[in-house]
Nanobody, 122 residues
Framework: VQLQASGGGLVQTGGSLRLSCTAS????????MAWFRQAPGKEREFVAA????????TYGDSAKGRFTISKDNAKNTVYLEMNSLKPGDTAVYYC????????????????WGQGTLVTVSS
C-alpha cells in the first residue's frame, strides 16, 4: 500500500484545513487508517484513527471536538477535517494504514505516507 498525503498549508488561528490521504495498491477497504503528527523537536503524536468499515473512530486528546476523521472507500481516501486550528497544531501530519484496526498504536501501522506540513499562524 502506498499512501499519499496532501492538503497541508498555512492557515491562521481559528481557521480550517482538510487533509487527504489517498491509498494505492491493495484493497483500501481492508485497512484501518490513522493520522499522526509530529511537531519540531517533539515526539510523534496520535491524532485520529478509523476502522476499515468506519464503525470505530478514535481521537487523541488534542483532536477531540475539533477534528473529524472520515473514509471514502470508493475514492481510496481518508480525510482529516481540522477546525478551530491553533498554533499548537503546527506539525507534519502523517497518515498510516494497517490491515487491522490499530487505534493510537503507531508501532502497529505498517504503511505510512510522506507527511504534509500544517502551519498555524498566531
Amino acid at each position: 500500500v502506498q499512501l499519499q498525503a496532501s492538503g497541508g498549508g498555512l492557515v491562521q488561528t481559528g481557521g480550517s484545513l482538510r487533509l487527504s490521504c489517498t491509498a494505492s495498491g491493495r484493497t483500501f477497504t481492508a485497512y484501518g487508517m490513522a493520522w499522526f503528527r509530529q511537531a519540531p523537536g517533539k515526539e510523534r503524536e496520535f491524532v485520529a484513527a478509523i476502522s476499515r468499515d468506519s464503525s470505530t473512530l478514535t481521537y487523541g486528546d488534542s483532536a477531540k471536538g475539533r477534528f473529524t476523521i472520515s473514509k471514502d472507500n470508493a475514492k481510496n481516501t481518508v480525510y482529516l477535517e481540522m477546525n478551530s486550528l491553533k498554533p499548537g497544531d503546527t506539525a507534519v501530519y502523517y497518515c498510516a494504514a494497517d490491515s487491522i484496526y490499530s487505534g493510537s498504536y503507531s508501532i502497529k501501522y505498517h504503511y505510512w505516507g510522506q507527511g504534509t506540513l500544517v502551519t498555524v499562524s498566531s
